[in-house]
């Protein structure tokens, strides 16, 4: 008798144990923060919490590897992605990442800049 495969969550499930366990998490919250339970029953709701807090963050993160970036589209006009790969860089990183993207994306600008509207000049002393 043959083993059988190990089946991918679909985003679809994915989205409903995300949604239960949140549901789940928001009820217990509730509940602790009434002050009706007892020490015993508030450390099992507390557990049952974090039990739910971790299938949320479990499902984020999943999520999260299947988001794709879009950075362009091809010659038949056609989206070009790439994997989201910022769950390992630093907040700097991130940031870079995407005044990078933003900047390839509008091109060379043909506003003015600052010192042709304002009139600066290189010279620090000014005019006289």
């Known amino acids: 008798?043959?083993?059988p495969e190990p089946r991918q969550p679909s985003a679809?499930?994915?989205s409903v144990c995300f949604e239960t366990a949140f549901a789940r998490l928001e009820n217990i919250v509730r509940t602790l923060e009434d002050?009706?339970?007892g020490l015993g029953d508030s450390l099992a709701q507390y557990e049952a919490a974090v039990g739910c807090l971790k299938q949320c963050h479990e499902a984020l993160a999943q999520a999260e590897r299947?988001?794709?970036v879009l950075?362009?589209?091809d010659a038949d006009g056609n989206p070009v992605t790439e994997p989201l790969e910022d769950a390992s860089l630093t907040l700097e990183q991130k940031q870079e990442?995407?005044?990078r993207r933003r900047s390839s994306a509008s091109g060379p600008s043909d506003k003015p800049s600052?010192?042709?509207t304002t009139g600066e000049v290189d010279n620090p002393r000014g005019l006289f």
């Open 12 to 14: 679809e499930t994915e």
């Open 35 to 37: 002050g009706q339970l």
């Open 114 to 116: 600052r010192k042709e």
């Open 66 to 68: 299947r988001i794709m």
């Open 1 to 3: 008798m043959t083993k």
């Open 71 to 73: 950075t362009g589209v």
């Open 97 to 99: 990442r995407r005044a």
